[in-house]
Each structure stands twice: as C-alpha cells, then as structure tokens.
T-cell receptor, first 113, second 113 residues
Framework: GAGVSQSPSNKVTEKGKDVELRCDPISGHTALYWYRQRLGQGLEFLIYFQGNSAPDKSGLPSDRFSAERTGESVSTLTIQRTQQEDSAVYLCASSLGSGETQYFGPGTRLLVL | AQSVTQLDSQVPVFEEAPVELRCNYS??????LFWYVQYPNQGLQLLLKYLSGSTLVKGINGFEAEFNKSQTSFHLRKPSVHISDTAEYFCAVKKSSASKIIFGSGTRLSIRP
C-alpha cells in the first residue's frame, strides 16, 4: 500500500512569510508525528497526534509553529513569520498506534531566505 | 528525562570489514530501543527494534543490535559491510509508557572500497 506522503517536497520562502506543510499518513494509522531535521543534526520531535486525544505539543519550538490533524487523516504543520533558523527538513511519520513502528515520509525541505 | 547519545558522528570503514555503531541511552524506566537508517536522499526506515525478550535483535540487511541494560547501550553491528550500507544511522529510545521517541544525533557510515 501507499506509504506516508508529504507535500511539497521542497519549499523556498522569504523570511517573514507563512508556510504550510502537509502530511498524508498511511491509511489506518492512528498516530502521527512531526519532526524537524536541521542540516547535519538528528531528528527533533515537534508534535504527536494520537486518535482523538489532545496532541502532545511539547516539542514545538515557539508559538509560530502549530499543527492540526483532521481525524485520523491528513495533518498540516504551519510555520508563521518564518525565520532563517526554520530552514530544515520537516519529517512526518505515522504508526498504527502509540509505540508501534513509525513509518516516515520523504520530508519537506524548507529553505527560508 | 530520556536522552540518546551516539558518540561517533562519522564512522569510515573498508568494504567487507565489520562495523559497530555505538548508542547509549539514559532512562530510569523501561524503554523501547530502535535503530533507523537514512540512505542518501531517502526517508528514514526502521532497521530493527527492541521491545522485550531476547537482548540480541536482528534486523534487515544483516544488521543486529544488542540491548545491554547494565551498560544502558544498544550498539548496532554488522560483520561485513557493503558499499550499499553507506547511510546515516539513528538510534532512538522511547519510554514503554510514553508516545514520544527521542532520536540521537546520528552516525554517518561511509564505506571505502
């Protein structure tokens, strides 16, 4: 079946603009995660959705970052008033449930000029 | 708080040589442990995971890892590497009662012919 998909694959934006990144998880996966991977660094947890529970937002770096998920489907990560330090690859992963193996999407490479 | 340390940011080895990528974690509670691989220009994929049971875990592509509770380590090994193993390898830890996975900073494995 189809894996996790993300769009766009690449995004170049100007400092101060808002961007919206999209993630389509694997069908039936109740858990969805967003991570950030800066150049040469490991993955940084941003936010986690599990079913209808309140999301775990403990990794969001600032109030410029927000994410939504509609039911157990698509999720969008929004970054408002982008800054150059937001440049990174944003990865989405989904899993059947909490603790299950995470399947990663190809990522969105964001460059803020 | 949990943390994951990958001591080696880069590991160069010759083809057909054995390799060990080190991972140490800190946690006061029961954990699950993972190794993910990221091939050039691709998304992350799971190599192997330890949830419980046998401390020696076998994964894909001939890799294995051993969970050592007393040393809080989960080192990844392969007896004979191939050029195609060139990638970045991430160790990750998750409390068995939690949802968030904490990733290490990664180890870049480069294979010389």
């Amino acid at each position: 079946g189809a894996g996790v998909s993300q769009s766009p694959s690449n995004k170049v934006t100007e400092k101060g603009k808002d961007v919206e990144l999209r993630c389509d998880p694997i069908s039936g996966h109740t858990a969805l995660y967003w991570y950030r991977q800066r150049l040469g660094q490991g993955l940084e947890f941003l936010i986690y959705f599990q079913g209808n529970s309140a999301p775990d937002k403990s990794g969001l770096p600032s109030d410029r970052f927000s994410a939504e998920r509609t039911g157990e489907s698509v999720s969008t990560l929004t970054i408002q008033r982008t800054q150059q330090e937001d440049s990174a690859v944003y990865l989405c992963a989904s899993s059947l449930g909490s603790g299950e193996t995470q399947y990663f999407g190809p990522g969105t490479r964001l460059l803020v000029l | 708080a949990q943390s994951v340390t990958q001591l080696d940011s880069q590991v160069p080895v010759f083809e057909e040589a054995p390799v060990e990528l080190r991972c140490n974690y800190s946690s006061s509670v029961s954990v699950y442990l993972f190794w993910y691989v990221q091939y050039p220009n691709q998304g992350l994929q799971l190599l192997l995971k330890y949830l419980s049971g046998s401390t020696l875990v076998k994964g894909i592509n001939g890799f294995e890892a051993e969970f050592n509770k007393s040393q809080t380590s989960f080192h990844l090994r392969k007896p004979s590497v191939h050029i195609s193993d060139t990638a970045e390898y991430f160790c990750a830890v998750k409390k068995s009662s939690a949802s968030k996975i904490i990733f290490g900073s990664g180890t870049r494995l480069s294979i010389r012919p």
